[in-house]
């Protein structure tokens, strides 16, 4: 089951989860996210729910004909199993008339074309990290 996190009461399950798609995770770095997603009207973020447990999230920011995937993290455990993909098209199915995109690395570049993202490579944003920018064609058609 996938709904909007209450990050004020649940912000102890969170860090875990998020950390999963953080660079270099530290307290300070994860609290200030979730701070962000607190103090922003425009940002939300959703829990993908199993049995109970959090077993993945996706952040995005919302500005008027956008949507911007900020985070996207599955737990260990659920990772190749679809809970990434529910997600994602959980968002898609939310947000049907907006553009949704996000910017991504070669470790989930193939992620998002496999769903049906367009791909456009960036360069290198940063010394050895190739950056890609994934744009969702709406064709009306998300699982």
Same mark, same amino acid.
């Given at each position: 089951?996938?709904?909007?996190?209450?990050? &004020?009461?649940?912000?102890?399950?969170?860090?875990?989860?998020?950390?999963?798609?953080?660079?270099?995770?530290? +307290?300070? &770095?994860?609290?200030? =996210?979730?701070?962000?997603?607190?103090?922003?009207?425009? &940002?939300?973020?959703?829990?993908?729910? %199993?049995?109970? +447990?959090?077993?993945?999230?996706?952040?995005?920011?919302?500005? !008027?004909?956008?949507?911007? =995937?900020?985070?996207?993290?599955?737990?260990?455990?659920?990772?190749?199993?679809?809970? !990434?993909?529910?997600?994602?098209? %959980?968002?898609?199915?939310?947000?049907?008339?907006?553009?949704? %995109?996000?910017?991504?690395?070669?470790?989930?570049?193939? %992620?998002?074309?496999?769903? !049906?993202?367009?791909?456009?490579?960036?360069?290198?944003?940063?010394?050895?990290?190739?950056?890609?920018?994934?744009?969702?064609?709406?064709?009306?058609?998300?699982?």
């Amino acid at each position: 089951m996938i709904k909007e996190i209450d990050i &004020k009461a649940q912000c102890e399950l969170v860090i875990p989860t998020l950390s999963c798609c953080i660079y270099k995770p530290t +307290s300070d &770095k994860l609290e200030s =996210i979730l701070t962000t997603y607190i103090e922003s009207d425009n &940002k939300k973020l959703y829990g993908n729910y %199993f049995s109970g +447990s959090l077993i993945g999230l996706i952040g995005i920011t919302s500005n !008027g004909s956008e949507v911007e =995937i900020n985070h996207l993290a599955v737990n260990l455990e659920f990772r190749m199993k679809g809970t !990434g993909k529910q997600l994602v098209y %959980f968002i898609l199915n939310e947000y049907p008339d907006k553009r949704v %995109f996000l910017e991504t690395d070669d470790e989930a570049v193939e %992620f998002y074309k496999s769903i !049906g993202f367009q791909i456009n490579h960036l360069g290198e944003k940063y010394p050895g990290n190739p950056r890609y920018l994934c744009i969702w064609k709406n064709e009306g058609k998300s699982e």
